[in-house]
């Protein structure tokens, strides 16, 4: 079993969020792997690199990655889910724009805003606005979830040394531009 999470960052630096997500993950499964899908990101790879909680950082360069549009990002993911058991993201809007397209195309359920991991397959997560709490236990074969960032402590951030492996980047279906963040 090989966890997958997407890394939120601004093709500088990683957001904590995505340490958040992969401290959460790690109680998944210790075989953890970062996705960093962005345009010259270099060094979100060597950040993600250094957390010693992650065992490998998928690294796509392309221009369709640099302003995380959903369309773009989620053929890429779907592309990359058969070696994975899981697939997270953080629940904000950067997991909640591209997750549900991925657990859709795959014709999985996604599990959303999960704050605490029971088993490999058994979440606890948020109804009713937060008043009250569900376990929920997946049978999809493949999980996808998104993690609430704040239920979760960041990762160590130094000590790791995970090889950075270099992907080609999906096919986009150009049906979206970016035109501008405000």
């Known amino acids: 079993m090989t966890v997958l999470v997407i890394a939120e960052h601004d093709n500088v630096n990683l ?11 790690s109680k998944i499964d210790l075989n953890l792997h ?27 360069d392309s221009e369709n990655y640099k302003n995380y549009l959903a369309e773009n990002l989620t053929p890429l993911v779907v592309k990359l889910a058969d ?10 809007t ?8 991925v657990a859709a195309l795959l014709d999985i359920s996604q599990v959303s805003d999960i704050i605490k991991v029971n088993s490999p397959d058994t979440f606890v997560r948020p ?4 008043n009250a709490f569900a376990t929920v236990k997946s049978n999809d074969k ?24 270099k992907i080609d980047a999906a096919e986009v279906p ?9």
């Open 15 to 25: 957001k904590t969020f995505s340490l958040n997500a992969i401290n959460a993950v």
């Open 34 to 60: 970062v996705l960093v899908a962005g345009s010259k990101c270099e060094n979100v790879c060597k950040e993600v690199a250094a957390v010693p909680l992650v065992k490998k950082v998928l690294h796509s």
């Open 83 to 92: 070696k994975y058991s899981h697939i997270a993201a953080s629940a904000n």
């Open 94 to 101: 950067f997991g909640k724009n591209f997750m549900p397209r």
């Open 127 to 130: 109804i009713y606005a937060g």
């Open 142 to 165: 493949k999980k996808c979830i998104t993690i609430r960032p704040t239920s979760f402590d960041p990762a160590p951030t130094s000590g790791g040394s995970a090889p950075i492996e």
């Open 174 to 182: 150009n049906i979206s531009k970016f035109i501008k963040k405000e």
